[in-house]
């Protein structure tokens, strides 16, 4: 089992609709995938229709019963919580609190929900930033992915991004003990790149240089979580994903 989690430091950049994808396509191979979404904004459970608002991600953080739904063939949820802006705030200055997810799937990984023989994949859709849900996921990941889009100052947010990201594991590592095992691996993927335009061309030969390079989405409209208002079919999934596919291949056996 492979946990990713997708950050990035600015909004908007595509952070939902790549895992949203992503596991759309992992699924249609039959990867059985959990998505844990700790978007504030919810944009990935309000796609799936899974607003219930009760059980939510929010427990991992407070104890209180968190729920996994199906939400898909081959995708279950942990449903986003509008309320974690005010949760991270009062987990200001409490000791642990950037491990809170770590505790969690360890208590459920091999007993009570047993994830590790349900899952191939775990995808978590973070909220823009490195608050604590976004530091708690950094915690349990194998590969973190810094979502990013050809804009003027891209190097910058690049630089402070890789920056807050090794302090981050740095930060956790201590917390938990002298030992570092919170040893995510670290990549950039390129997100609405238009080869039309010279600014985006100049923006991927640059990425390519770029050590934590790992592949780049093109910008269209059908990549969008937009499209999928109504859940689709595993064969129109499969036709949408041709153009992506090389991408999420990449991602998959990212090392
Ligand atoms: N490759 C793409 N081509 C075209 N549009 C895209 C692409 N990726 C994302 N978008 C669009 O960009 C907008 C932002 O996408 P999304 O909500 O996935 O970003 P986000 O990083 O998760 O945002 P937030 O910071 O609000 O969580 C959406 O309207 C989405 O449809
Ligand atoms: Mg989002």
Same mark, same amino acid.
């Given at each position: 089992?492979?946990?990713?989690?997708?950050?990035?430091?600015?909004?908007?950049?595509?952070?939902?609709?790549?895992?949203?994808? $992503?596991?759309?396509?992992? +699924?249609? =191979?039959?990867?059985?995938? !959990?998505?844990?979404?700790?978007?504030?904004?919810?944009?990935?459970?309000?796609? /799936? =229709?899974? *607003?219930?608002?009760?059980?939510?991600?929010?427990? @991992? $953080?407070?104890?209180?019963?968190?729920?996994?739904? &199906?939400?898909? #063939?081959?995708?279950? !949820? @942990?449903?986003?919580?509008?309320?974690?802006?005010?949760?991270?705030?009062?987990? @200001?200055?409490?000791? &642990?609190s950037d491990t809170l997810l770590l505790r969690w799937l360890s208590t459920n990984m091999n007993k009570n929900l047993k994830l590790s023989s349900k899952y191939d994949v775990i995808l978590i859709d973070t909220n823009t930033g490195f608050e604590s849900?976004?530091?708690?996921?950094? +915690?349990?990941?194998?590969?973190?992915?810094?979502?990013?889009?050809?804009?003027?100052?891209?190097?910058? $947010?690049?630089?402070?991004?890789? =920056?807050? /990201?090794?302090?981050?594991?740095?930060?956790?590592?201590?917390?938990?003990?002298?030992?570092?095992?919170?040893?995510?691996?670290?990549?950039?993927?390129?997100?609405?790149? &238009?080869?039309? /335009?010279?600014?985006?061309?100049?923006?991927?030969?640059?990425?390519? #240089?770029? *050590?934590?390079?790992?592949?780049? /989405?093109?910008?269209?409209?059908? $990549?969008?979580?937009?499209?999928?208002?109504?859940?689709? &079919?595993?064969? #129109?999934?499969?036709?949408?994903?041709?153009?992506?596919?090389?991408?999420?291949?990449?991602?998959?056996? +990212?090392?």
């Open positions: 089992m492979r946990t990713y989690s997708f950050i990035s430091i600015q909004g908007n950049v595509g952070k939902s609709s790549i895992v949203y994808n $992503f596991s759309r396509y992992l +699924a249609s =191979k039959d990867y059985k995938v !959990l998505i844990i979404d700790m978007d504030h904004q919810c944009s990935i459970s309000r796609v /799936f =229709k899974c *607003d219930e608002k009760i059980n939510t991600v929010k427990g @991992i $953080f407070t104890n209180e019963k968190v729920k996994i739904k &199906n939400v898909s #063939e081959n995708i279950d !949820l @942990i449903e986003g919580s509008y309320d974690l802006d005010s949760v991270e705030y009062q987990m @200001i200055n409490q000791p &642990n849900s976004t530091r708690n996921s950094i +915690a349990v990941s194998d590969i973190v992915i810094n979502v990013d889009v050809p804009i003027s100052d891209s190097k910058r $947010f690049k630089d402070i991004t890789l =920056k807050q /990201f090794k302090e981050c594991v740095v930060e956790i590592s201590d917390s938990i003990s002298t030992k570092s095992y919170v040893k995510p691996k670290y990549y950039v993927v390129g997100n609405v790149v &238009n080869l039309v /335009f010279e600014d985006s061309r100049l923006y991927i030969e640059e990425l390519k #240089e770029s *050590d934590d390079y790992l592949t780049y /989405f093109i910008e269209k409209n059908s $990549f969008s979580i937009e499209k999928y208002q109504n859940n689709s &079919n595993t064969k #129109e999934d499969s036709d949408l994903f041709k153009p992506y596919r090389d991408s999420f291949e990449k991602i998959l056996s +990212a090392k």
